[in-house]
């Protein structure tokens, strides 16, 4: 920089002509341009949070499962087959919406409450291939609780006073060396 003319950056050294970014020293912040409105400012952002774990479901409502015959077993793939579904990519949510009034086994990854009840009512069953986190563990039976050990005291010897409450009661003799006591006294050596 600044090496004549002949090398290409002499005069200004690539400053380009005067101003405050020709000068040394501090230089503006980033993204500032002269006190108007930053391109940042100017361009559309969305705004709101997108979450990546939202599960997007197909619904399908009651009044659409009125077209089957009673008894069918309607399955996402059925409902593909009759135009209901336009792909199987998505889960599938059966909603409230309208009524059933013919008994069917409707099979699908989830169920409003009120959609599951009417299905009941009139007759059908339901089979939930994506039950919650909760529901499988009140189907699961519990483990029973592990019975716990008694404390079991050592009996107190015969003749002795029984111990206080609170207190720990002596452990008693063992029944060899008992006797081996009263045959030393026995002696009388």
């Not at 400053?15 to 108007?36: V, Y």
């Not at 909603?95 to 009139?122: C, H, M, Q, W, Y």
């Not at 008694?150 to 207190?167: D, F």
């Amino acid at each position: 920089m600044g090496r004549g003319n002949a090398s290409g950056t002499g005069t200004y050294s690539g400053r380009g002509l005067k101003g405050q970014k020709a000068r040394a020293g501090n230089k503006p912040r980033r993204f500032f341009e002269g006190g108007q409105t930053r391109l940042l400012r100017r361009l559309p952002r969305a705004k709101g949070f997108h979450n990546p774990f939202r599960v997007e479901y197909q619904p399908v409502n009651l009044s659409q499962l009125n077209t089957f015959d009673p008894g069918t077993d309607v399955t996402p793939e059925l409902l593909q087959q009759k135009r209901v579904l336009r792909n199987l990519n998505k889960p599938v949510k059966i909603l409230a919406a309208g009524e059933i009034d013919r008994p069917l086994t409707v099979t699908a990854n989830r169920f409003s409450t009120a959609a599951r009840e009417k299905i009941k009512a009139a007759g059908g069953a339901v089979i939930e291939l994506d039950a919650p986190q909760e529901e499988i563990q009140e189907q699961t039976p519990s483990p029973a609780p592990k019975a716990r050990r008694a404390k079991t005291s050592t009996p107190a010897p015969e003749g002795a006073p029984a111990p206080a409450a609170g207190e720990p009661s002596a452990p008693a003799e063992p029944p060899a060396e008992k006797d081996k006591a009263e045959t030393a006294d026995g002696d009388g050596s």
